[in-house]
């Protein structure tokens, strides 16, 4: 059974994070078409490996081009039509960057499953171990599943008065009619039969009436519910929802789907519009028959004037940002745009009413409010290119809700005349400025300004801004509540900035993690990042506050580059050469040098762990042993210099572990690491990720059709280090026939002191 058949069978609300997966740049009719073939490639070696990404980007061209002939043979013309098309678009992105094509379906199969696995443990939730906040949860919502479907049932028993009362104003006035002509006939009506039936009409006229009170009270109380439910779905839930949105955007758990709310909203806004009519035919009721203290009268201006409030403002909190602003080529980082750059943007209406489609158009702007404000005049201003104007449709979006997507939007910054760029009170990675979006609803009787806002976002001109512009999005999103002034005030919010609390920032520290690779960040790894922001006395406080220069701005422990930087750096050192290795939990990675001791010290000979070095800015990663103690001294630590990028590019660490080779004077060459910390055979950890062994070439087989002349030779890391720094000769590490062959291969002798590398 395929991941994709999987994914399709779960339920709407895990649906909808699907959809979100797949845009223009990798179109979910490819994920269908070839679901099994996209599953049984290796797409993180090829996000590593520009060969081999090179290689299936054109098996994935070939294998569309096999569909596009079961469709040529099926005569499917609209489907022949979209697998070329997106065979097109497939070579206009990736021709050049095969890479980035790899990484953008690696990380779609890797959040599918994110998905799947949420959704097994919401059914093992389902079966019997829901913990407490998740019952709260689901008794939450059936309350305001029951709430929203007394309104619905509330409108059609109002309904079905209306048409009561309806017949009896007809019946009434049918009757009056008939006494009257009566009255005017030759032969009249006795008096008695006459008071009769004035006794009759004025018995069934306080019927009337009392309908009346009965279908107006009933309206009355109709919207007080309403009301009340109503404000639970905009104050409550679509809070709770926007603020999930808040979190999701800066690495922690997805958010939930929007359909849930749209249904609730859209009930609300249906009945609402069931109101006004009914409104409408009480008044028409009113026309043909009224009197004095008419409670249709009395109350038919109220009733109108609160059911339009109601529903204008449903129908404006309706209006959100479905999927924030972002850049496709960085998924990842959301609301950070870089000038020149195309990026994404989809707003959602959640009143889907047939009557709004293709009824709404929306227009986009920039900054719209920093020109009221003479404070703000002087941060940077830009224009939007591309086409900022967009109708909301049901067609376009794949779960059929009212959306409109804004696919190709650019900016670019205005300059001032005489001026080579504007500059302001802040660097431009501290400039938060917002994208608005506004459109109106016309209908009869019912004209609505629609307006909403995208979280704050920030701008750069060069992709290196990237990593601090990420952190002032991070700080901002971590530390900022729902607010409902409006957005100028987030503008200059880096005038001077919050603290914040370490217990939060953490968490938001192990979602940077969590969020690229599957595994955050410990307790004790964020206990050593807290050390190192807080100080050493700290031990990593909750309560501990941290100013957002420490975080970002000032160079940290006597380092030329702040805390976040080095994160940033090991972050990217993870993401394209460490994945592996991080994800099974080999890599230590936090732990500082005092602590790394502790740990080894009572540790077998030759044990070792792997931590991120505290000095290299691009990331780097060391690994360091212990020798065992002899006659009474302190066991030896001794750590290797970082290797960075630049090495890891060239060997991966597996094999350097492997491969890794200590010199001393005239000793043979030895690997001095055995086990990982605490006591794991070094092969059983690293062994599935070395590199496959290659054939031996005969000694002198140069000339061959595959020769090019020259012997092949392998990198491997050797330290050169006095014999004082060892134990004694009698305690050195032996090397095993294998490994001796095995350096003997690769390094003659007379070549020993051209590949040592010294520490």
């Avoid at 929203?148 to 009434?172: G, R």
């Avoid at 009965?214 to 709770?240: F, G, P």
């Avoid at 449903?314 to 959301?334: A, D, G, K, N, W």
């Avoid at 300004?449 to 999005?473: F, H, M, R």
């Amino acid at each position: 059974m395929t991941q994709w058949y999987q994914l399709q069978q779960l339920d709407s609300k895990f649906l909808e994070q699907v959809h979100q997966l797949y845009d223009d740049s990798f179109p979910m009719e490819i994920r269908q078409y070839l679901a099994q073939w996209l599953e049984n490639q290796d797409w993180e070696h090829a996000a590593n490996n520009i060969s081999f990404a090179t290689v299936l980007f054109h098996d994935l061209l070939s294998q569309l081009d096999d569909q596009f002939s079961r469709f040529l043979i099926e005569n499917n013309f609209l489907l022949q039509h979209n697998i070329r098309k997106s065979k097109r678009n497939l070579q206009d992105n990736f021709q050049e960057d095969p890479i980035h094509m790899a990484m953008i379906i690696y990380n779609c199969l890797k959040e599918e499953r994110k998905i799947l696995n949420s959704a097994q443990l919401s059914n093992q939730m389902e079966v019997g171990s829901i913990q407490n906040t998740v019952i709260g949860m689901l008794d939450k919502q059936k309350e305001l599943d029951a709430k929203v479907k007394a309104i619905k049932n509330s409108v059609i028993d109002v309904e079905q008065d209306i048409k009561t009362l309806e017949d009896m104003q007809d019946e009434y006035d049918f009757k009056c009619k008939t006494l009257q002509n009566r009255e005017h006939e030759s032969n009249g009506v006795s008096q008695e039969e006459y008071k009769k039936e004035q006794m009759n009409l004025k018995k069934m006229f306080l019927s009337l009436d009392l309908k009346r009170k009965e279908v107006v009270n009933k309206i009355v109380q109709l919207l007080n519910t309403t009301e009340h439910t109503q404000s639970a779905l905009i104050n409550e839930e679509l809070v709770e929802w926007k603020h999930r949105q808040q979190t999701a955007c800066i690495g922690g758990p997805p958010n939930a789907c929007l359909d849930q709310l749209q249904n609730w909203f859209t009930v609300v806004a249906e009945s609402l519009q069931q109101v006004r009519q009914q409104l409408k035919k009480l008044e028409e009721l009113e026309q043909k028959f009224t009197y004095d203290p008419d409670p249709i009268t009395k109350n038919k201006q109220v009733l109108q004037d609160r059911t339009y409030s109601l529903f204008k403002q449903l129908i404006q909190s309706s209006f959100v940002v479905e999927r924030q602003p972002c850049m496709p080529t960085h998924p990842q980082r959301p609301l950070v745009l870089k000038t020149g750059v195309q990026f994404t943007v989809k707003l959602r209406l959640l009143v889907k009413l047939q009557e709004l489609n293709y009824n709404l158009k929306v227009k986009v702007l920039f900054d719209k409010y920093v020109a009221f404000f003479s404070s703000l005049c002087m941060f940077r201003k830009f224009n939007i290119l591309g086409t900022n104007t967009k109708v909301m449709n049901m067609e376009e979006s794949t779960n059929g809700s009212l959306a409109a997507e804004f696919r190709h939007l650019q900016l670019k910054e205005q300059k001032n005349a005489g001026s080579r760029t504007n500059e302001g009170p802040l660097i431009v990675t501290e400039e938060l400025h917002s994208l608005s979006f506004e459109t109106q609803l016309c209908q009869p009787g019912l004209v609505v300004d629609l307006e909403t806002t995208s979280l704050p976002i920030v701008v750069i001109s060069n992709v290196s801004q990237l990593p601090s512009g990420w952190a002032s999005i991070l700080w901002f999103n971590m530390l900022s509540i729902e607010k409902k002034s409006i957005i100028n005030t987030n503008l200059s919010f880096f005038l001077n900035p919050p603290y914040a609390k370490w217990s939060k920032l953490s968490e938001v520290l192990s979602w940077q993690f969590s969020s690229v690779t599957k595994r955050g960040l410990n307790a004790d790894q964020l206990s050593m990042l807290g050390e190192k922001l807080l100080g050493p006395t700290s031990g990593g406080s909750h309560d501990g506050l941290i100013p957002w220069t420490r975080f970002c701005k000032e160079n940290i422990n006597d380092k030329s580059f702040p805390f976040w930087l080095w994160i940033e750096g090991i972050l990217e050192l993870i993401k394209k050469h460490l994945l592996c290795l991080w994800n099974d939990g080999c890599i230590m990675g936090f732990i500082s040098k005092e602590k790394e001791r502790a740990l080894l010290k009572d540790q077998s000979p030759g044990t070792f762990l792997l931590r991120f070095s505290e000095s290299s800015r691009e990331g780097a990663i060391t690994f360091t042993w212990v020798e065992g103690s002899q006659n009474g001294k302190p066991p030896q630590f001794h750590s290797v210099e970082p290797y960075t990028k630049k090495e890891l590019s060239a060997v991966t660490f597996p094999d350097i572990i492997r491969n890794y080779k200590v010199m001393a004077a005239e000793n043979i060459p030895e690997n001095p690491l055995r086990f990982l910390y605490p006591d794991i055979p070094k092969d059983n950890a690293f062994g599935k990720y070395y590199s496959r062994p290659k054939e031996a070439p005969e000694p002198m087989d140069l000339d061959g059709p595959k020769g090019n002349g020259y012997i092949k030779t392998e990198l491997i890391s050797v330290s050169e280090v006095h014999p004082s720094r060892l134990q004694s000769p009698e305690n050195l590490l032996p090397m095993s026939p294998e490994e001796f062959d095995e350096v003997s291969r690769i390094v003659g002798p007379a070549e020993i002191d051209t590949v040592v590398c010294i520490t």
